[in-house]
């Protein structure tokens, strides 16, 4: 009972990893912007009705998501290394604090993680035209 670092480090980690899928998880959704003034390189399966002033776009809802998870897991940690510093002395008694953070964020982590795979990285496809027409595009070529 004197000592609960180690979920200070189980925290860093798992707030690594949160951070990690989040960061493909905001490119997924920044790639996937359109259908006008977005990258558009591309598609991402259509899980909730789109917008009534941008029609054909598609909400980007698990990105979002997966980001939403990745910044509770980040306040969590937070949350754990406050709790983690108030111990005093033989006993913290601030471990449940601990412990509530660290396997809330697990929770979240374990239930987002498949379901973004499943509902939305296995259905990506490439805009293939508008990945050519970049391509011809470019200014590159003018080098």
């Known amino acids: 009972m004197q000592n609960d670092d180690f979920c200070v480090k189980v925290s860093a980690a798992v707030k690594q990893a949160a951070c990690g899928i989040s960061k493909i998880a905001k490119d997924i959704r920044l790639m996937s912007s359109g259908p006008r003034a977005g990258l558009g390189e591309i598609s991402i399966p259509s899980l909730s009705p789109g917008s009534s002033i941008m029609p054909g776009k598609i909400n980007p809802i698990l990105p979002e998501l997966v980001s939403q998870v990745a910044q509770q897991t980040c306040g969590n940690d937070v949350v ?8 005093e002395l033989e006993i913290s008694v601030w471990a449940p604090t601990l412990y509530k953070n660290l396997f809330e964020s697990f929770d979240l982590l374990t239930k987002v993680i498949p379901l973004f795979i499943d509902k939305c990285v296995s259905g990506i496809t490439a805009n293939r035209e508008k990945c050519a027409q970049e391509a011809r595009e470019t200014i590159a070529l003018a080098t």
């Not at 754990?80 to 111990?87: D, K, R, T």
Request: overall charge negative.
């Open 80 to 87: 754990i290394s406050m709790a983690f510093e108030q111990g």
